[in-house]
């Protein structure tokens, strides 16, 4: 059995990928500089035919918000979701370093 930090998070649907992607596209506006807040948009990101990667809008600074990282593929019974939430590389950094200085 292979251990890995952090699980992944699968959700399986009766929807066809085509419909997922259009669905997703409905809630993700492309990645900004400065992000507005008139966007009625919940995420941001980027999204290929079977990736995505995205992080939730905020009107803030908050480093410790996770980037969704997903994979969309085709089943038999519709789509299946696989997604792994991963801090910001400069959050596991900062996280090593105190846990080092603790030692």
Same mark, same amino acid.
């Given at each position: 059995?292979?251990?890995?930090?952090?699980?992944?998070?699968?959700?399986?649907?009766?929807?066809?990928?085509?419909?997922?992607?259009?669905?997703?596209?409905?809630?993700?506006?492309?990645?900004?500089?400065?992000?507005?807040?008139? *966007?009625?948009?919940?995420?941001?990101?980027?999204?290929?035919?079977?990736?995505?990667?995205?992080?939730?809008?905020? *009107?803030?600074?908050?480093?410790?918000?996770?980037?969704?990282?997903?994979?969309?593929?085709?089943?038999?019974?519709?789509?299946?979701?696989?997604?792994?939430?991963?801090?910001?590389?400069?959050?596991?950094?900062?996280?090593?370093?105190?846990?080092?200085?603790?030692?």
């Amino acid at each position: 059995m292979k251990f890995t930090i952090f699980t992944p998070l699968v959700i399986k649907t009766n929807d066809p990928i085509d419909v997922v992607r259009t669905k997703l596209n409905e809630n993700i506006e492309e990645r900004r500089l400065f992000n507005s807040l008139r *966007s009625n948009k919940i995420y941001q990101g980027e999204i290929s035919d079977t990736e995505f990667k995205i992080s939730r809008i905020i *009107s803030y600074k908050n480093s410790f918000l996770p980037i969704i990282y997903g994979n969309l593929s085709e089943t038999e019974e519709g789509t299946e979701i696989i997604m792994k939430l991963m801090p910001h590389w400069f959050v596991v950094i900062f996280f090593l370093v105190c846990f080092l200085c603790y030692l």
